[in-house]
Protein backbone atom coordinates (compact mmCIF):
# COMPACT_ATOMS: atom_id res chain seq x y z
CA UNK A 1 0.00 0.00 0.00
CA UNK A 2 1.16 3.41 -0.23
CA UNK A 3 0.28 5.29 3.32
CA UNK A 4 0.97 8.84 4.48
CA UNK A 5 2.54 9.40 7.68
CA UNK A 6 1.79 12.76 9.38
CA UNK A 7 4.74 12.58 12.43
CA UNK A 8 8.30 11.29 12.31
CA UNK A 9 8.95 11.06 16.32
CA UNK A 10 10.29 7.59 17.98
CA UNK A 11 7.00 6.01 17.08
CA UNK A 12 6.29 7.42 13.78
CA UNK A 13 9.82 7.37 12.50
CA UNK A 14 10.04 3.47 13.26
CA UNK A 15 6.42 3.05 12.29
CA UNK A 16 7.73 4.28 8.76
CA UNK A 17 10.94 2.26 9.17
CA UNK A 18 8.73 -0.96 9.59
CA UNK A 19 6.35 -0.32 6.56
CA UNK A 20 8.97 0.46 4.45
CA UNK A 21 10.89 -2.88 5.40
CA UNK A 22 7.70 -4.62 4.71
CA UNK A 23 7.25 -3.26 1.31
CA UNK A 24 4.93 -0.74 1.59
CA UNK A 25 5.35 2.56 -0.09
CA UNK A 26 5.50 6.09 2.65
CA UNK A 27 5.08 9.27 2.02
CA UNK A 28 6.19 11.52 5.24
CA UNK A 29 5.61 14.98 6.87
CA UNK A 30 6.74 16.50 10.27
CA UNK A 31 7.19 19.55 11.77
CA UNK A 32 10.54 19.03 11.40
CA UNK A 33 11.93 19.88 7.71
CA UNK A 34 15.43 17.90 9.20
CA UNK A 35 13.06 14.56 9.62
CA UNK A 36 11.68 14.37 6.59
CA UNK A 37 14.56 14.99 4.76
CA UNK A 38 15.78 11.60 7.03
CA UNK A 39 13.17 9.62 6.26
CA UNK A 40 13.48 10.32 2.37
CA UNK A 41 17.14 9.41 2.97
CA UNK A 42 16.04 5.68 4.11
CA UNK A 43 13.22 5.54 1.14
CA UNK A 44 10.62 7.68 2.24
CA UNK A 45 8.77 10.02 -0.10
CA UNK A 46 9.13 13.85 1.75
CA UNK A 47 6.42 16.38 1.72
CA UNK A 48 6.71 19.52 3.65
CA UNK A 49 3.29 20.40 4.31
CA UNK A 50 -0.20 18.27 4.35
CA UNK A 51 -1.36 19.86 1.35
CA UNK A 52 1.89 18.23 0.05
CA UNK A 53 1.32 14.85 1.30
CA UNK A 54 -2.18 14.36 0.27
CA UNK A 55 -1.50 15.53 -3.38
CA UNK A 56 0.78 12.93 -3.00
CA UNK A 57 -1.11 9.87 -2.27
CA UNK A 58 -3.26 8.46 -4.82
CA UNK A 59 -7.66 8.49 -4.28
CA UNK A 60 -9.02 6.72 -1.79
CA UNK A 61 -5.61 8.32 0.28
CA UNK A 62 -5.00 6.50 3.93
CA UNK A 63 -3.19 9.08 5.95
CA UNK A 64 -1.52 7.97 9.43
CA UNK A 65 -1.32 10.69 11.90
CA UNK A 66 1.15 9.88 15.07
CA UNK A 67 1.87 12.88 16.66
CA UNK A 68 1.17 14.38 20.23
CA UNK A 69 -2.56 13.90 21.38
CA UNK A 70 -4.68 17.15 22.06
CA UNK A 71 -4.24 19.99 20.13
CA UNK A 72 -1.80 19.04 17.88
CA UNK A 73 -3.62 16.26 16.63
CA UNK A 74 -6.69 18.22 16.34
CA UNK A 75 -5.84 20.48 14.32
CA UNK A 76 -3.99 18.48 11.90
CA UNK A 77 -7.45 16.30 11.89
CA UNK A 78 -9.10 19.38 11.29
CA UNK A 79 -6.84 20.47 8.31
CA UNK A 80 -6.69 17.25 6.85
CA UNK A 81 -10.53 17.01 7.07
CA UNK A 82 -10.40 20.26 4.54
CA UNK A 83 -8.02 18.61 2.16
CA UNK A 84 -9.13 14.90 1.74
CA UNK A 85 -12.40 13.63 -0.32
CA UNK A 86 -14.97 11.35 0.11
CA UNK A 87 -13.85 7.57 0.97
CA UNK A 88 -10.33 8.71 1.94
CA UNK A 89 -9.19 7.61 5.72
CA UNK A 90 -7.67 8.63 8.39
CA UNK A 91 -5.89 7.02 11.42
CA UNK A 92 -5.05 8.50 14.65
CA UNK A 93 -2.58 6.34 16.14
CA UNK A 94 -1.85 8.26 18.98
CA UNK A 95 -3.01 8.47 22.43
CA UNK A 96 -5.96 10.71 22.28
CA UNK A 97 -8.85 10.68 24.51
CA UNK A 98 -11.43 8.37 23.15
CA UNK A 99 -14.37 11.04 23.14
CA UNK A 100 -12.44 13.00 21.07
CA UNK A 101 -12.49 10.44 18.03
CA UNK A 102 -16.15 9.84 18.87
CA UNK A 103 -16.43 13.57 18.09
CA UNK A 104 -13.78 13.63 15.08
CA UNK A 105 -15.02 10.21 13.55
CA UNK A 106 -18.95 12.53 13.17
CA UNK A 107 -17.76 15.44 11.84
CA UNK A 108 -15.72 13.62 9.24
CA UNK A 109 -18.14 11.28 8.28
CA UNK A 110 -20.41 14.18 7.20
CA UNK A 111 -17.78 14.42 4.47
CA UNK A 112 -17.60 10.82 3.75
CA UNK A 113 -14.09 10.63 4.92
CA UNK A 114 -13.56 7.89 7.18
CA UNK A 115 -11.93 7.78 10.58
CA UNK A 116 -10.13 5.20 12.42
CA UNK A 117 -8.03 5.11 15.54
CA UNK A 118 -5.83 2.98 16.93
CA UNK A 119 -4.76 2.33 20.39
CA UNK A 120 -0.18 1.71 19.89
CA UNK A 121 1.41 0.21 22.15
CA UNK A 122 5.28 -1.21 21.51
CA UNK A 123 7.43 2.19 22.13
CA UNK A 124 10.60 2.08 20.90
CA UNK A 125 11.08 -1.04 20.68
CA UNK A 126 8.06 -1.73 18.38
CA UNK A 127 10.27 -0.94 14.94
CA UNK A 128 11.89 -4.48 15.76
CA UNK A 129 9.44 -6.52 18.04
CA UNK A 130 6.03 -5.18 16.27
CA UNK A 131 3.48 -3.46 17.58
CA UNK A 132 -0.03 -4.15 19.14
CA UNK A 133 -2.95 -2.63 17.85
CA UNK A 134 -6.06 -1.51 19.23
CA UNK A 135 -8.61 -0.54 16.61
CA UNK A 136 -11.39 1.37 16.45
CA UNK A 137 -13.64 2.75 13.31
CA UNK A 138 -16.07 1.19 10.44
CA UNK A 139 -15.08 -2.21 9.35
CA UNK A 140 -15.13 -1.62 5.91
CA UNK A 141 -11.95 1.28 6.09
CA UNK A 142 -10.10 -1.35 8.68
CA UNK A 143 -10.55 -3.69 6.31
CA UNK A 144 -8.71 -2.10 3.63
CA UNK A 145 -6.15 -0.79 5.73
CA UNK A 146 -5.34 -4.37 6.65
CA UNK A 147 -1.88 -5.08 5.08
CA UNK A 148 -0.46 -2.15 7.22
CA UNK A 149 -1.23 -3.31 10.50
CA UNK A 150 -0.35 -6.75 9.29
CA UNK A 151 2.95 -4.93 8.58
CA UNK A 152 2.83 -3.26 11.66
CA UNK A 153 1.71 -5.87 14.17
CA UNK A 154 4.15 -8.48 15.62
CA UNK A 155 2.52 -11.41 14.59
CA UNK A 156 1.60 -15.05 15.44
CA UNK A 157 5.29 -16.15 16.43
CA UNK A 158 5.43 -13.25 18.91
CA UNK A 159 3.59 -15.94 21.47
CA UNK A 160 2.62 -19.22 21.45
CA UNK A 161 -1.85 -19.21 20.80
CA UNK A 162 -3.69 -19.41 24.65
CA UNK A 163 -4.19 -22.82 25.53
CA UNK A 164 -8.12 -23.78 25.20
CA UNK A 165 -8.51 -20.98 22.81
CA UNK A 166 -11.21 -21.96 19.95
CA UNK A 167 -8.88 -20.88 16.67
CA UNK A 168 -10.61 -18.84 14.09
CA UNK A 169 -9.80 -18.25 10.64
CA UNK A 170 -7.46 -14.76 10.17
CA UNK A 171 -9.35 -11.59 9.66
CA UNK A 172 -11.14 -8.71 11.35
CA UNK A 173 -12.80 -9.53 14.43
CA UNK A 174 -16.53 -8.17 15.05
CA UNK A 175 -17.68 -6.38 18.20
CA UNK A 176 -20.61 -7.71 17.99
CA UNK A 177 -20.15 -11.48 17.71
CA UNK A 178 -17.28 -14.09 19.23
CA UNK A 179 -17.84 -16.67 16.34
CA UNK A 180 -16.38 -14.21 13.54
CA UNK A 181 -12.90 -14.41 12.84
CA UNK A 182 -9.93 -12.69 14.45
CA UNK A 183 -6.72 -10.98 14.18
CA UNK A 184 -6.20 -11.16 17.99
CA UNK A 185 -3.15 -13.81 17.57
CA UNK A 186 -1.43 -11.66 14.97
CA UNK A 187 -1.32 -8.52 17.34
CA UNK A 188 -4.05 -6.33 15.99
CA UNK A 189 -7.60 -6.04 16.45
CA UNK A 190 -10.37 -4.15 15.11
CA UNK A 191 -12.68 -3.87 18.87
CA UNK A 192 -15.35 -1.49 17.51
CA UNK A 193 -16.44 1.53 16.17
CA UNK A 194 -14.51 4.76 16.16
CA UNK A 195 -13.23 5.45 19.50
CA UNK A 196 -13.20 1.96 20.65
CA UNK A 197 -9.54 1.42 20.02
CA UNK A 198 -8.21 3.89 22.17
CA UNK A 199 -10.67 2.96 24.97
CA UNK A 200 -9.07 -0.03 24.88
CA UNK A 201 -5.87 1.71 24.79
CA UNK A 202 -6.91 3.51 27.44
CA UNK A 203 -7.60 0.76 30.05
CA UNK A 204 -4.15 -0.67 28.80
CA UNK A 205 -1.98 2.03 30.12
CA UNK A 206 -4.18 2.31 32.96
CA UNK A 207 -3.15 -1.15 33.83
CA UNK A 208 0.36 -0.62 32.88
CA UNK A 209 0.12 2.40 35.72
CA UNK A 210 -0.95 -0.56 38.16
CA UNK A 211 2.19 -2.88 37.09
CA UNK A 212 4.48 -0.39 37.15
CA UNK A 213 4.01 0.45 40.36
CA UNK A 214 2.95 -2.98 42.05
CA UNK A 215 6.85 -3.16 40.47
CA UNK A 216 8.33 -0.18 42.00
CA UNK A 217 6.96 -0.75 45.46
CA UNK A 218 8.25 -4.59 45.97
CA UNK A 219 11.63 -3.43 44.82
CA UNK A 220 11.76 -0.48 46.84
CA UNK A 221 10.98 -2.45 50.25
CA UNK A 222 13.60 -5.31 48.58
CA UNK A 223 16.06 -2.54 48.69
CA UNK A 224 14.76 -1.16 52.26
CA UNK A 225 15.62 -4.36 53.93
CA UNK A 226 18.44 -3.34 54.82
CA UNK A 227 17.45 -0.11 56.18
CA UNK A 228 19.02 1.23 59.65
CA UNK A 229 15.33 1.11 60.71
CA UNK A 230 15.06 -2.30 60.89
CA UNK A 231 16.23 -4.66 63.75
CA UNK A 232 19.87 -5.53 63.04
CA UNK A 233 18.45 -9.30 62.83
CA UNK A 234 16.27 -9.08 60.30
CA UNK A 235 18.13 -6.93 58.11
CA UNK A 236 19.00 -8.36 54.26
CA UNK A 237 21.71 -6.71 51.88
CA UNK A 238 19.70 -7.79 49.10
CA UNK A 239 20.91 -7.86 45.45
CA UNK A 240 18.22 -6.37 43.47
CA UNK A 241 19.25 -6.53 40.23
CA UNK A 242 20.16 -10.17 40.62
CA UNK A 243 16.72 -10.90 42.17
CA UNK A 244 14.88 -9.48 38.77
CA UNK A 245 17.12 -11.62 36.76
CA UNK A 246 15.73 -14.31 38.95
CA UNK A 247 12.44 -13.61 38.39
CA UNK A 248 12.50 -13.52 35.07
CA UNK A 249 12.78 -17.18 34.66
CA UNK A 250 9.42 -19.61 35.74
CA UNK A 251 8.25 -16.79 38.44
CA UNK A 252 4.74 -15.36 37.80
CA UNK A 253 5.81 -12.52 37.66
CA UNK A 254 7.55 -11.95 34.68
CA UNK A 255 7.10 -9.94 32.06
CA UNK A 256 8.54 -7.45 29.19
CA UNK A 257 8.30 -5.12 32.38
CA UNK A 258 10.16 -6.63 34.60
CA UNK A 259 12.94 -7.30 31.61
CA UNK A 260 13.12 -4.01 31.61
CA UNK A 261 13.43 -3.38 35.32
CA UNK A 262 16.29 -5.74 34.98
CA UNK A 263 17.85 -4.30 32.17
CA UNK A 264 18.23 -1.25 33.68
CA UNK A 265 19.85 -2.68 37.01
CA UNK A 266 22.35 -4.46 34.97
CA UNK A 267 23.23 -0.85 33.76
CA UNK A 268 22.79 1.07 36.82
CA UNK A 269 21.79 -0.83 40.16
CA UNK A 270 21.22 2.49 42.15
CA UNK A 271 19.62 4.01 39.37
CA UNK A 272 21.30 7.37 40.04
CA UNK A 273 20.89 8.78 37.13
CA UNK A 274 16.99 8.69 37.82
CA UNK A 275 15.50 11.37 40.05
CA UNK A 276 12.02 9.40 39.92
CA UNK A 277 9.82 12.33 38.91
CA UNK A 278 7.40 10.11 36.51
CA UNK A 279 4.59 12.00 34.26
CA UNK A 280 1.93 10.56 33.00
CA UNK A 281 0.63 10.27 29.53
CA UNK A 282 -2.92 11.47 30.52
CA UNK A 283 -4.80 7.70 29.52
CA UNK A 284 -3.99 6.90 33.45
CA UNK A 285 -6.12 10.32 34.64
CA UNK A 286 -8.57 9.29 31.68
CA UNK A 287 -8.96 5.80 32.88
CA UNK A 288 -9.47 6.72 36.39
CA UNK A 289 -12.49 9.30 35.47
CA UNK A 290 -13.91 6.03 33.15
CA UNK A 291 -14.05 4.33 35.78
CA UNK A 292 -15.93 6.98 38.03
CA UNK A 293 -18.62 7.39 35.60
CA UNK A 294 -19.04 3.73 35.01
CA UNK A 295 -19.11 3.58 39.08
CA UNK A 296 -16.52 0.82 38.53
CA UNK A 297 -14.17 0.73 41.61
CA UNK A 298 -10.28 0.98 40.68
CA UNK A 299 -8.39 0.84 43.54
CA UNK A 300 -4.97 0.00 42.77
CA UNK A 301 -5.24 1.90 39.39
CA UNK A 302 -6.49 5.14 40.70
CA UNK A 303 -3.31 4.98 43.34
CA UNK A 304 -0.81 4.14 40.92
CA UNK A 305 -1.75 7.60 39.03
CA UNK A 306 -1.67 9.36 42.64
CA UNK A 307 1.96 7.73 42.96
CA UNK A 308 2.65 9.80 40.13
CA UNK A 309 1.62 13.25 41.42
CA UNK A 310 3.65 12.69 44.42
CA UNK A 311 6.94 11.49 42.46
CA UNK A 312 6.68 15.45 41.43
CA UNK A 313 7.70 16.57 45.14
CA UNK A 314 9.73 13.84 46.56
CA UNK A 315 11.13 10.96 45.35
CA UNK A 316 11.94 7.34 46.37
CA UNK A 317 14.46 4.56 44.72
CA UNK A 318 10.38 3.23 44.03
CA UNK A 319 10.05 6.56 41.32
CA UNK A 320 13.19 5.19 40.07
CA UNK A 321 12.29 2.02 39.50
CA UNK A 322 9.14 3.57 37.59
CA UNK A 323 11.70 6.05 35.62
CA UNK A 324 13.57 3.56 34.19
CA UNK A 325 10.76 1.41 33.58
CA UNK A 326 9.47 4.26 30.99
CA UNK A 327 12.79 5.43 29.22
CA UNK A 328 13.16 1.19 28.87
CA UNK A 329 9.58 0.85 26.70
CA UNK A 330 9.11 4.36 25.31
CA UNK A 331 12.36 6.11 25.50
CA UNK A 332 10.66 8.74 27.72
CA UNK A 333 12.88 11.22 29.59
CA UNK A 334 12.60 12.88 33.11
CA UNK A 335 11.53 16.51 32.89
CA UNK A 336 14.41 18.67 32.44
CA UNK A 337 16.90 16.04 30.85
CA UNK A 338 17.95 15.75 27.51
CA UNK A 339 18.64 12.52 25.61
CA UNK A 340 21.51 10.80 26.17
Given amino acids: MKLGMVGLGRMGGNMTRRLMRAGHELVVTARSAESVRAAAA ?8 LKELVQALPHPRAIWVMILAGAPTESTVRELGGLLEADDIVIDGGNSFFKDDVRRAAALREKGIHYVDVGTSGGVWGVERGYCLMIGGPRAAVERLEP ?4 LAPGRAAAPPTPGRARRPDHIASPSSLTVPSNAEEGFLHCGPAGAGHFVKMIHNGIEYGAMQAYAEGFDI ?4 AHDNVPEAQRFDLDIGEIAELWRRGSVVSSWLLDLT ?19 SGEGR ?12 ADVLSAALYARFRSR ?3 TFAEKILSAMRAGFGGHIEPGKKHP
Fill in 42 to 49: EGAQGAFS
Fill in 148 to 151: IFRA
Fill in 222 to 225: LKSA
Fill in 262 to 280: AQALAASPRLEEFEGVVED
Fill in 286 to 297: WTVQTAIEEAVP
Fill in 313 to 315: QSH
